[in-house]
């Protein structure tokens, strides 16, 4: 019962913060109207800035420093200068001319920066800026080596005694994705071999769906609802079922056991299905995890923008909105928790099955 007050009063918490955000921002554009598609796109995009809000008309966040190259050379600058001068100009370092980066509002590399031509036209350079995410992505990673520094600290402290506070949660997680997830679908031969790799995602991808659910820097970010992220993620359990493979994982794929001959040959059908499915696996994995974070962010703050859209037309309405959509917002905020650890869980547990049939032994 006291988790549950935890969880409930920890949700609350998170849908006004989400709230004051986008109050904040309706309050200060005076120029135009609340747009809740804009606002719901921010908060799940990548962006080269981090805006955390905006106050009396002033923005409130942290511009990031952006790394692009052209032409072998590399340039840069700080996000501000798209705020303050909506480009940015320089020197090409080639030719000596005006170079221009931009960030366009449309089009093919909407969101991107790009170097603007005389023409009109636009090339995309080559891109590692610290983003948003990027960003997310340096903190989070500092975040879980401090806390396995921590808890491998209270190992050496406590030796053999009972567990206590973040180790005893550490151990729990631990040993369930050891025992209850590895264990079942590896066999004993080849579990230490990939147990590292499983125990590594689980807890990045789990912290990281609870960072993304608190609304204060420097959390907050949409870093694994981001499908360049679970891309990543996808990728590397790709290359280590496949690199890692024995034979009787490549047997199945191209003369699969208790298939009739006429499905191998003279067209090998089997083969080709069997091969498609090695690549459409990562892409599930991938798809799954990007969807499922990304559509929870989408419903708490739709709800949140629903009490401005409503307050536009009534104040009374939008009072009695705000209860009611921040009701519903609290609820999908206690699933959204929930689902942080189930979608940790399903990466894990798929990628460990996927382990399990490349390291399988040859049955007599």
């Given at each position: 019962?006291?988790?549950?007050?935890?969880?409930?009063?920890?949700?609350?918490?998170?849908?006004?913060?989400?709230?004051?955000?986008?109050?904040?921002?309706?309050?200060?554009?005076?120029?135009?109207?609340?747009?809740?598609?804009?606002?719901?796109?921010?908060?799940?995009?990548?962006?080269?800035?981090?805006?955390?809000?905006?106050?009396?008309?002033?923005?409130?966040?942290?511009?990031?420093?952006?790394?692009?190259?052209?032409?072998?050379?590399?340039?840069?600058?700080?996000?501000?200068?798209?705020?303050?001068?909506?480009?940015?100009?320089?020197?090409?370092k080639?030719?000596?001319?005006?170079?221009?980066?931009a960030?366009?509002?449309?089009?093919?590399?909407?969101?991107?920066?790009?170097?603007?031509?005389?023409?009109?036209?636009?090339?995309?350079?080559?891109?590692?800026?610290?983003?948003k995410?990027?960003?997310?992505?340096?903190?989070?990673?500092?975040?879980?080596?401090?806390?396995?520094y921590?808890?491998?600290?209270?190992?050496?402290?406590?030796?053999?005694?009972?567990?206590?506070?973040?180790?005893?949660?550490?151990e729990?997680?631990?040993?369930?994705?050891?025992?209850?997830?590895?264990?079942?679908?590896?066999?004993?031969?080849?579990?230490?071999?990939?147990?590292?790799?499983?125990?590594?995602?689980?807890?990045?991808?789990?912290?990281?769906?609870?960072?993304?659910?608190?609304?204060?820097?420097?959390?907050?970010?949409?870093l694994?609802?981001?499908?360049?992220?679970?891309?990543?993620?996808?990728?590397?359990?790709?290359?280590?079922?496949?690199?890692?493979?024995?034979?009787?994982?490549?047997?199945?794929?191209?003369?699969?056991?208790?298939?009739?001959?006429?499905?191998?040959?003279?067209?090998?059908?089997?083969?080709?299905?069997?091969?498609?499915?090695?690549?459409?696996?990562?892409?599930?994995?991938?798809?799954?995890?990007?969807?499922?974070?990304?559509?929870?962010?989408?419903?708490?703050?739709?709800?949140?923008?629903?009490?401005?859209?409503?307050?536009?037309?009534?104040?009374?309405?939008?009072?009695?909105?705000?209860?009611?959509?921040?009701?519903?917002?609290?609820?999908?905020?206690?699933?959204?928790?929930?689902?942080?650890?189930?979608?940790?869980?399903?990466?894990?547990?798929?990628?460990?099955?996927?382990?399990?049939?490349?390291?399988k032994?040859?049955?007599?």
């Open positions: 019962m006291k988790v549950l007050k935890n969880i409930v009063c920890l949700s609350f918490l998170m849908c006004l913060l989400f709230g004051t955000h986008d109050f904040a921002m309706a309050e200060n554009e005076q120029e135009k109207e609340f747009n809740a598609g804009e606002v719901i796109i921010e908060h799940i995009l990548d962006s080269y800035e981090w805006h955390i809000c905006t106050w009396k008309g002033h923005h409130v966040g942290f511009y990031l420093p952006c790394i692009v190259f052209n032409d072998g050379h590399c340039y840069t600058f700080s996000s501000k200068e798209f705020h303050e001068n909506g480009q940015y100009k320089t020197v090409n080639t030719n000596s001319e005006e170079l221009v980066f960030i366009p509002n449309e089009g093919k590399y909407k969101g991107k920066i790009v170097i603007l031509n005389a023409d009109g036209s636009q090339i995309r350079p080559f891109d590692i800026s610290i983003t995410n990027v960003l997310a992505l340096f903190i989070s990673c500092a975040l879980i080596i401090v806390l396995f921590l808890v491998t600290k209270a190992y050496e402290k406590r030796g053999e005694k009972e567990p206590k506070g973040l180790q005893s949660l550490f729990w997680l631990i040993v369930y994705v050891r025992d209850d997830i590895a264990r079942k679908a590896i066999n004993e031969k080849s579990v230490d071999r990939y147990l590292p790799y499983l125990i590594t995602v689980f807890f990045f991808i789990f912290i990281n769906n609870i960072l993304g659910l608190i609304p204060l820097f420097p959390f907050g970010a949409n694994t609802g981001n499908i360049a992220t679970t891309a990543v993620l996808a990728l590397f359990t790709f290359f280590i079922t496949n690199l890692l493979g024995n034979k009787e994982y490549y047997k199945d794929i191209f003369n699969t056991p208790g298939v009739p001959w006429f499905l191998k040959f003279p067209l090998p059908l089997m083969p080709i299905i069997e091969t498609v499915g090695c690549f459409t696996k990562p892409f599930v994995l991938a798809v799954r995890l990007f969807a499922n974070i990304t559509a929870g962010h989408i419903v708490v703050l739709g709800f949140i923008s629903s009490i401005f859209i409503v307050a536009k037309i009534s104040i009374a309405g939008g009072v009695g909105m705000s209860i009611f959509s921040l009701l519903l917002a609290i609820f999908v905020d206690c699933i959204e928790l929930l689902v942080a650890y189930i979608q940790a869980y399903v990466f894990t547990l798929l990628s460990a099955l996927y382990f399990g049939m490349a390291s032994e040859h049955h007599h």
